[in-house]
């Protein structure tokens, strides 16, 4: 089993800066492509951004500038670090990962974090 804890959501006034941060644990062989997600209230569920296993990442237009998307590895965890914030940012951000165990890939997701950008 594996699971995806995201940290370091919160309160930010507009043009402010966050730093989002999802670390995977259990039975880990390898990890694939890691994204991070977002939901608004009455909104579906979007791409923030992606990362491959080789580094090649991927933003939606509304990030694209102003969001940077990293990994480690080493310590199984994506970032996401969040600049110049707009309230149109407020969201409940979700990871996920595409995780090998040794015997199957999977997609996980984290339970989400709480991001407010207020005017």
């Known amino acids: 089993q594996v699971q995806l804890v995201e940290s370091g959501g919160g309160l930010v006034q507009a043009g402010g800066f966050l730093r989002l941060s999802c670390a995977a644990s259990g039975t880990i062989f390898s990890l694939g492509l890691m994204g991070w997600y977002r939901q608004a209230p009455g909104k579906q569920r979007e791409l923030v951004a992606s990362?491959?296993?080789?580094?090649?990442?991927m933003y939606g237009d509304s990030v694209k500038g102003r969001f940077t998307i990293s990994r480690d590895d080493a310590k199984s965890t994506v970032y996401l670090q969040m600049n110049s914030l707009k309230p149109e940012d407020t969201a409940v951000y979700f990871c996920?990962?595409?995780?090998?165990?040794?015997?199957?890939?999977?997609?996980?997701w984290g339970q989400g974090t709480q991001v407010t950008v207020s005017s």
């Open positions: 990362i491959s296993r080789g580094g090649t990442t």
């Open positions: 996920s990962a595409n995780v090998h165990d040794g015997r199957r890939l999977m997609t996980y």
